[in-house]
């Protein structure tokens, strides 16, 4: 009989105790945790004014490894909307707007800077600093956001950490997942063994329809 001890949660990150599974099915749900969750993470952006000493590319990739806020409930993988839109909608993207300038002494423009068209879905943090202005300088843009899967890029993996280590007692794991902020650690947890429970089934189907 499976059973499962919660040695810590802190919200931000949770350690399972694990009994009677075998490794490979605890190492799936440790794999599944960094690979198959999706979470939320800034991937188009529009640069309309740029006078910073930052390049385009190198300004759109720190806003791509910005956590974000993310909510599964209410916005889908692009390829599972039923809009059919390759911009996306608003069922599977969300809109940042970031119009900043310089000021007589260096201003720091940080992820707090980015105004969301939806208030649940924002920067972990508001603190990250993306680039800095000198008087004069600005940076308008529009940056969207969508949920992808961590197996696409590292930006879109809603962990920084998962591991699987061996119990104080025989036979036992523990897993350690730690959030990256866009979800609480154990909802990671439980999105990797619904998804896969999902995956599965669908072998099992596959198979059991194989001619």
Same mark, same amino acid.
Do not use: M
């Given at each position: 009989m499976i059973k499962v001890k919660v040695l810590e949660d802190t919200g931000n990150s949770v350690t399972l105790q694990l009994e009677g599974i075998d490794r490979s099915y605890a190492n799936a749900v440790r794999r599944f945790c960094i690979s198959e969750v999706p979470s939320m993470a800034i991937d188009d952006v529009v640069i309309l004014e740029n006078s910073s000493v930052l390049y385009d590319e190198i300004l759109a990739h720190r806003l791509g490894m910005v956590?974000?806020? $993310?909510? &599964? @409930?209410?916005?889908? &993988?692009?390829? @599972?909307?039923?809009?059919?839109?390759?911009?996306?909608?608003?069922?599977?993207? #969300?809109?940042f707007? &970031?119009?900043?300038?310089?000021? @007589?002494?260096?201003?720091?423009? $940080?992820?707090?800077?980015?105004?969301?068209?939806?208030?649940?879905?924002?920067?972990?943090?508001? $603190?990250?600093?993306? #680039?800095?202005? *000198?008087?004069?300088?600005?940076?308008? &843009? @529009? *940056?969207?956001?969508?949920?992808?899967?961590?197996?696409?890029? *590292?930006?879109?993996?809603?962990? $920084? #950490? *998962?591991?699987?280590t061996d119990g104080k007692t025989e036979g036992t794991f523990n897993l350690m997942v730690e959030s990256a902020g866009g979800f609480p650690a154990r909802q990671v947890v439980l999105k990797a063994i619904e998804l896969l429970e999902k995956k599965l089934n669908e072998i099992q189907v596959a198979v059991g329809a194989a001619k």
């Open positions: 956590p974000i806020k $993310t909510d &599964l @409930e209410r916005y889908n &993988l692009p390829e @599972e909307c039923d809009c059919g839109n390759p911009l996306g909608c608003h069922k599977c993207r #969300v809109l707007v &970031l119009d900043a300038k310089g000021k @007589e002494k260096v201003t720091v423009v $940080t992820s707090g800077d980015l105004v969301s068209e939806d208030r649940e879905v924002r920067p972990v943090s508001e $603190t990250i600093p993306l #680039v800095k202005l *000198a008087f004069g300088q600005s940076v308008k &843009l @529009e *940056a969207y956001a969508r949920l992808g899967r961590g197996k696409e890029h *590292a930006k879109w993996q809603p962990c $920084t #950490v *998962a591991a699987l």
